[in-house]
């Protein structure tokens, strides 16, 4: 199994900023991909961000284009959301996601149980 822990929420004025932070931790696993999801009250869960352990590739919501950045900590199994010119429609939950292997089997998605992101003046 593969346990995954987000810290970092927190309450913010519109315009400012936040990080979160993702820690992957189990045994005899390996990450292929980590990333961030939100969901927001009466919403479904949508993408906001990953990016491949290998080669860091990344991928974004449109939404969240240009303002917000994931790297990601290999040698800790970290994944980061640095969230800049926050705005009041990215309050949610934000969700970490890692999709691993255990022991060489199928690849399958890990989640945590949450952080809440409130933007709010």
């Known amino acids: 199994q593969v346990q995954v822990v987000e810290s970092g929420g927190g309450l913010m004025q519109p315009g400012g900023s936040l990080r979160l932070s993702c820690v992957a931790s189990?045994?005899?696993?390996?990450?292929?991909?980590m990333g961030w999801f939100r969901q927001a009250p009466g919403k479904q869960r949508e993408l906001v961000a990953t990016i491949t352990r290998s080669n860091g590739v990344t991928n974004y919501a449109d939404s969240v284009k240009g303002r917000f950045t994931i790297s990601r900590d290999n040698a800790k199994n970290t994944v980061y959301l640095q969230m800049n010119s926050l705005k009041p429609e990215d309050t949610a939950v934000y969700y970490c996601?890692?999709?691993?292997?255990?022991?060489?089997?199928?690849?399958?998605?890990?989640w945590g149980q949450g952080t809440q992101v409130t933007v709010s003046s």
């Open positions: 189990g045994s005899f696993f390996t990450i292929y991909l």
């Open positions: 996601n890692t999709r691993a292997t255990v022991r060489g089997g199928p690849f399958t998605d890990y």
